[in-house]
């Protein structure tokens, strides 16, 4: 089966896009279409994509690490290019129709990508271009970055195992059908705050066009600090806050299961 660029364009709703990054928004998913046309029509499926951009995002970081302007660019411009992918997979699932019981997982192992591959090698980058940083600091570059990466991940496996713990009770108590994510919709919510400066500040956002000014300024350190920062303190604030929600809803959770 052909299938046609309005196809493409028009599986896209509104509300879908409008919970997109900005940059996202005005350049990426244009971006995607035409990408879309081609690996579609080649036959491509969404996890196939997911797969891809898996494959790209290391490729990318290895380039970042090379200590040469043009392997750099190179790097930039892949992890780049991996956020299009990152919206293709997506375009095609939503064009197909098709439901892929597997599809997040794949999406998710090559979006976790950028938060440990990626945020390593911009220290890494970072180290080789740098001259803020006195040379014999510069090493604290990459241990900083390193703990940046670890901080990130760790924080997205609370999440996840927090959502996965609480849907798991919600099942016991009988109650899945009320489980929502009505939250992140809500735009005075600190979820759908949280969310928008997550996506419009991180990988999908401000990460990707500062890559490039970062590159062609010698500005890696600044850019690898603002996000060790950013995602440390992000750790510790999703960290804190999950256990309190957590102890909060064993209270409630143990009330319901005894009839309390």
């Given at each position: 089966?052909?299938?046609?660029?309005?196809?493409?364009?028009?599986?896209?709703?509104?509300?879908?896009?409008?919970?997109?990054?900005?940059?996202?928004?005005?350049?990426?998913?244009?971006?995607s279409f035409p990408v879309t046309y081609c690996f579609i029509n080649a036959g491509w499926s969404a996890n196939q994509v997911s797969v891809l951009s898996w494959i790209l995002i290391f490729v990318a970081a290895v380039c970042l690490c090379i200590n040469n302007f043009w392997w750099m660019l190179t790097g930039v411009i892949?992890?780049?290019?991996?956020?299009?992918?990152?919206?293709?997979?997506?375009?095609?699932?939503r064009v197909k129709k098709v439901k892929t019981f597997m599809g997040d997982f794949f999406d998710a192992v090559a979006g976790y990508g950028p938060f440990s591959f990626t945020?390593?090698?911009?220290?890494?980058?970072?180290?080789?271009?740098?001259?803020?940083?006195?040379?014999?600091y510069k090493t604290w570059i990459i241990v900083v970055a390193g703990f940046a990466a670890m901080c990130n991940l760790y924080m997205r496996l609370v999440h996840q195992k927090y959502l996965n713990c609480y849907f798991a009770a919600?099942?016991?108590l009988g109650e899945s059908d009320k489980v929502t994510l009505k939250d992140t919709e809500?735009?005075?919510?600190?979820?759908?705050?949280?969310?928008q400066i997550d996506k419009n500040l991180g990988v999908s956002g401000l990460f990707m066009p500062w890559l490039f000014v970062a590159l062609f300024?010698?500005?890696?350190?600044?850019?690898?600090?603002?996000?060790?920062?950013?995602?440390?303190?992000?750790?510790?604030?999703?960290?804190?806050?999950?256990?309190?929600?957590?102890s909060a809803f064993e209270k409630e959770a143990q009330g319901k299961l005894h009839g309390k």
């Open positions: 089966m052909k299938y046609t660029m309005h196809d493409i364009t028009s599986s896209l709703t509104k509300k879908k896009n409008s919970r997109s990054s900005l940059w996202v928004q005005l350049w990426v998913r244009k971006a892949l992890t780049n290019f991996w956020l299009v992918l990152d919206c293709v997979d997506g375009n095609i699932a945020t390593l090698a911009l220290g890494i980058a970072a180290y080789n271009t740098s001259f803020f940083v006195p040379e014999e919600e099942n016991i809500d735009k005075k919510s600190f979820a759908y705050i949280r969310e300024t010698n500005t890696f350190d600044i850019m690898i600090a603002f996000y060790s920062v950013y995602y440390i303190l992000s750790f510790l604030a999703i960290c804190v806050l999950y256990c309190k929600n957590a």
